[in-house]
């Protein structure tokens, strides 16, 4: 990649944004791409912490064919409003989406692309922990690096204001420094190794005498499932670098959506297997992720693992409270539905899941947010019924989910994207992070084995933040 992305081209199409923003009386999106020759993603994610690491994104999809990683802010939609933000959102893109000015014949993936995600549940009182994520918020950044098949390609995208004015950015970044940047972060994050790192466990007597009191109305038919999720909290001698912590996810969590959205000092990072939604014209693609088990030290006694899982009882009936729900709302979405009849494996490095695949075709006016807004929160990060069971939330977790457990995703200018929910996750902050993870509770669960799902769940970012041989 050379420096000199503000070629003729992308100011032919800075002239042509000034001429409609002025004449429209409103901001003008314009975008231009070029195709580069890096293609190593999270060097780009890292690339000149000093200047964007407080507003910078990653995302990449399981298989790794598609992945993203944005600095800066061209654009930023965001909202604290707990009734409309899913509308605020939409109807705010669409409008900028409508008018933007992009280059002609670009491949899929680039251009304006809007990503961010939304709280759990705005009801919820607001704890200061995720001061820096509103209840909604998304950005377009002003560079943004695309992998996709093999090939890379850079994104600038501009902002113009009704007087003709750019959105100041500051300097052209100079590209060719990024590997020699790449180096000095990837020095700084190998610090961490063999430091020591604190682990504490927020209240889990608590926690399990919490899973007793929802197992009791679940047996009392007051709901049928409800997902209690905990927190655990690190402390190292060294900050967290979010470029390690990728890197690491890339590594060994094959199978899912490997995430990063930082907003000033903070960056919430995760790996999830979760699929939420995925729009591509009127095709909509969701799953059904509920009932685990632990993977097996050898494949005999994963295999073993796999098909106990396949055939407990607690977990299918989990399992198909999930596939349920998601199948009528998808019903209400969409002309045609398509749900397999019968719940696969998924394995991951950790833990394996039943899961089924639901997809179908979008009525005419449906659109991407308004599917995420019918679907969270799933039976799998929420319960059934859903109201109840987010009242029950709110009763008994004694923390702020945040961004935990939520719809996180991107939006292209096209309408198109996908949304993941936000599982398997932490919330770093310099030298510490707040780890997340939940399960699903029934009648006849055991608070023992529920901690103990729960302390599996929280393995792949304890071994990502090198935390799995932590001190108590």
């Known amino acids: 990649m050379v420096n000199g992305m503000m070629n003729a081209h992308l100011h032919g199409l800075l002239e042509d944004g000034k001429k409609q923003a002025i004449r429209s009386g409103k901001n003008v999106l314009v975008s231009s791409v070029s195709e580069a020759d890096i293609t190593d993603v999270p060097s780009f994610f890292s690339f000149q912490a000093e200047r964007f690491g407080g507003s910078r994104f990653f995302w990449s999809e399981p298989g790794r064919d598609i992945s993203f990683a944005g600095l800066g802010c061209a654009l930023v939609i965001e909202t604290d409003d707990p009734d409309r933000r899913f509308q605020m959102v939409e109807s705010t893109w669409k409008e900028m989406a409508g008018t933007c000015l ?29 001061r820096h994520f509103p209840h909604a918020r998304f950005v377009v ?11 890379a390609w850079l994104t600038v995208n501009k902002l113009i204001s009704p007087s003709g004015d750019q959105e100041d950015g500051g300097e052209e970044p100079d590209w060719r420094g990024i590997k020699a940047d790449l180096t000095d972060q990837r020095l700084m994050a190998g610090k961490m190794k063999g430091k020591k790192i604190y682990k504490e466990e927020i209240a889990p007597a608590d926690w399990m005498n919490s899973v007793v009191q929802a197992a009791a109305s679940i047996r009392k038919g007051q709901l049928e499932k409800v997902v209690l999720a905990r927190q655990m909290r690190l402390f190292a001698e060294e900050p967290f670098y979010a470029e390690d912590i990728l890197m690491r996810l890339l590594r060994e969590q094959d199978n899912t959506y490997v995430f990063a959205i930082a907003n000033g000092p903070d960056c919430f990072i995760g790996a999830t297997p979760e699929r939420l939604i995925k729009g591509h014209g009127t095709r909509f693609q969701t799953l059904s992720l509920a009932g685990s088990i632990a ?28 596939v349920e729900m998601i199948k009528n709302v998808m019903m209400q979405l969409c002309e045609k539905v398509h749900v397999p009849e019968s719940p696969v494996l998924f394995k991951l490095k950790d833990i394996q899941h039943l899961s ?3 997809s179908g075709e979008a009525r005419e006016g449906v659109s991407l947010l308004r599917a995420v807004e019918a679907l969270h929160p799933t039976p799998a990060l929420g319960g ?28 292209d200018w096209k309408m198109n994207g996908e949304f993941a929910v936000a599982i398997r996750s932490a919330l770093v902050q310099g030298k510490e992070a707040s780890l997340f993870a939940g399960c699903g509770v029934m009648g006849d669960s055991d608070p023992v084995s529920e901690y103990h799902e729960t302390a599996l769940k929280f393995r792949p970012m304890l071994s990502a933040l090198q935390a799995l041989e932590a001190e108590a």
């Not at 491949?107 to 692309?113: A, E, H, I």
């Not at 009882?313 to 198909?320: C, D, P, Q, S, Y």
């Open 102 to 130: 992009v280059d002609r014949d670009i491949p899929d993936y680039t251009g304006p692309l809007l990503f961010g995600g939304f709280s759990f549940d705005p009801d919820k009182p607001k704890s200061a922990l995720w």
């Open 141 to 151: 950044p002003q560079y943004m690096l695309t992998f996709f098949h093999g090939k």
């Open 295 to 322: 993977r097996g030290k050898t494949s005999r006694e994963d295999s073993e693992l796999g098909d106990m899982l396949s055939h407990d009882g607690k977990n299918l009936h989990e399992h198909a409270l999930a």
């Open 356 to 358: 089924t695949p639901i």
């Open 384 to 411: 059934m019924p859903r109201a109840k069971a987010i009242e029950t939330i709110r009763e008994l977790e004694r923390m702020d989910r945040g961004w935990y457990a939520a719809p996180i995703g991107w939006i």
